[in-house]
Each structure stands twice: as C-alpha cells, then as structure tokens.
Nanobody, 126 residues
Framework: HVQFVESGGGSVQSGGSLRLSCTAS????????IAWFRQAPGKETEGVAC??????????ADSVKGRFTISRDNANAKNTVHLQMDSLKPEDTAVYYC?????????????????WGQGTQVTVSS
C-alpha cells in the first residue's frame, strides 16, 4: 500500500517561507497524483495543491495560488514531492499532510484522498 514520509514543517513569521517534502512509496500504477492537504485547529481538511506524475500538471487552492508551488523530484527513483510555501500568512497555520486518492491521473477539484502521511506542523506567527 502507499506510504508517505513527510518533513520540513516548522515555525516562521508572517511573510516567511517553508519547504515541505514528501517521499512516497508503494504506488502500483505508472501514473498517479499526489497532493497536500492541511487541517487547521477546529477546521475541516482543505486541499492545498496537487501534482500529476503523468504530465506534471498541477492544481492549487485559490487560497494559496501565487504563494505555494508544488513540484516533483524523481531523481534516483525517489518519488519525492515538494511544497514550497512563500509569503506565509498566519491563516496558513495547520498540520500539512501528503495524500493520494490512488486513482486520479490528473488533479481536479473534489480530490478525495484514501492514503495519508503522518502530517507535519506548520505554524506562522504574526
């Protein structure tokens, strides 16, 4: 089954940057999508960004467009996805999870993950 190992969370001040990384394993299909979701205290989970392994196409939530960049690195057969987060705001504070729905080949709204990483905390102070 699909597994993720996430890293890169931390605490920054408003306007700062962080880079999250997620190394995935266990995919049995040639093409799939990997996304980042987040959950702030007392709020529902929110899809943040997604990338397709078939054509490197991406999808971003409106709340992060222009500030976050998702990318994929398959060097040395390590399937790693990065989330570069710039111009961070206090409302970006959340636990960020690497996820996949295991079936989508391209990223679309309404993404419904079935596999989740352990999460990494991002805290942005004002």
């Amino acid at each position: 089954h699909v597994q993720f190992v996430e890293s890169g969370g931390g605490s920054v001040q408003s306007g700062g940057s962080l880079r999250l990384s997620c190394t995935a394993s266990g995919f049995t299909r040639d093409y799939y999508t990997i996304a980042w979701f987040r959950q702030a205290p007392g709020k529902e989970t929110e899809g943040v960004a997604c990338i397709s392994s078939s054509d490197e196409s991406t999808y971003y939530a409106d709340s992060v467009k222009g500030r976050f960049t998702i990318s994929r690195d398959n060097a040395n057969a390590k399937n790693t996805v990065h989330l570069q987060m710039d111009s961070l705001k206090p409302e970006d504070t959340a636990v960020y999870y690497c996820v996949t729905d295991t079936v989508s080949i391209t990223c679309q709204s309404g993404y419904d993950p079935v596999a989740w990483g352990q999460g990494t905390q991002v805290t942005v102070s004002s």
